[in-house]
């Protein structure tokens, strides 16, 4: 993780994403299924979903702990547009007197078609800003449920994640050192992982491959 980093060029997208995460302090949301027109087959909908962490360590404000987890099901769409995103900043802070910020964005999103085109994103990213000897982290975990016929998580399923989900506010705002939290948190997104493969194994078979693909970047992790 580098002290100093490049202006990044920002899209119109990435204005919006900052905007929406600053405005909800923290944490931003957002899902929908509009209709779009299917080639032959009259409309069809499209999923869009965002989810969005930040969190921001400073002088006034020494440690900053912010996580999401979100469950996005849809039924038959013709297309998904999916991103999932944690930012964490540490700015003006000591050595003698060090800021701790963590976001962790957990995404799990679940749709059916036979031929869906998917544009997924997930991304992370860590920065401090004159911040000697902070501790700033950011993690996201996305998860994509593909399946051809709609898939509805059953109680047990939803109970699991719910476990899971309060396991992750709870490490979030722990104080374990920087390294085990990647190892619990990267355990925790094993747990959510296994709890979608059994949910899609069980669910009816169709033609179409049934998958679950897990993706995870983090940023300003120390290395295992």
């Keep these: 993780m580098s002290s100093h980093r490049k202006p990044r060029a920002a899209t119109p997208f990435t204005r919006r994403a900052v905007r929406v995460g600053l405005f909800a302090?923290?944490?931003?949301?957002?899902?929908?299924a509009v209709p779009a027109q299917a080639a032959g087959n009259g409309?069809?909908?499209?999923?869009?979903?965002s989810d969005h962490v930040f969190?921001?360590?400073?002088?006034?404000d020494h440690t900053e702990s912010k996580d999401s987890f979100t469950i996005r099901q849809y039924g038959k769409v013709s297309a998904a547009n999916v991103r999932n995103q944690a930012n964490a900043v540490s700015s003006g802070c000591s050595a003698d007197d060090a800021c701790r910020s963590?976001?962790?964005?957990?995404q799990i999103v679940t749709f059916a078609g036979e031929q869906t085109r998917l544009n997924a994103v997930n991304l992370s990213d860590a920065a401090n800003k004159s911040c000697t000897g902070c501790q700033t982290l950011a993690g996201a975990y996305q998860f994509v449920v593909s399946t051809p016929t709609p898939l509805t998580l059953d109680s047990a399923h939803r109970r699991q994640l719910a476990d899971i989900h309060r396991r992750l506010d709870a490490l979030t705002r722990s104080k374990v050192p920087a390294t085990d939290l990647r190892t619990q948190a990267d355990g925790l997104?094993?747990?959510?992982?296994?709890?979608?493969?059994?949910?899609?194994?069980?669910a009816p078979k169709g033609d179409a491959r049934q998958d679950v693909t897990m993706r995870r970047h983090l940023d300003g992790w120390p290395p295992r």
């Design 25 to 32: 302090a923290g944490v931003a949301g957002v899902a929908t």
């Design 55 to 60: 969190s921001r360590a400073n002088q006034l």
């Design 189 to 202: 997104a094993a747990e959510v992982n296994a709890v979608l493969k059994d949910a899609v194994d069980k």
């Design 102 to 106: 963590v976001a962790l964005s957990f």
């Design 43 to 49: 409309p069809a909908k499209v999923a869009v979903a």
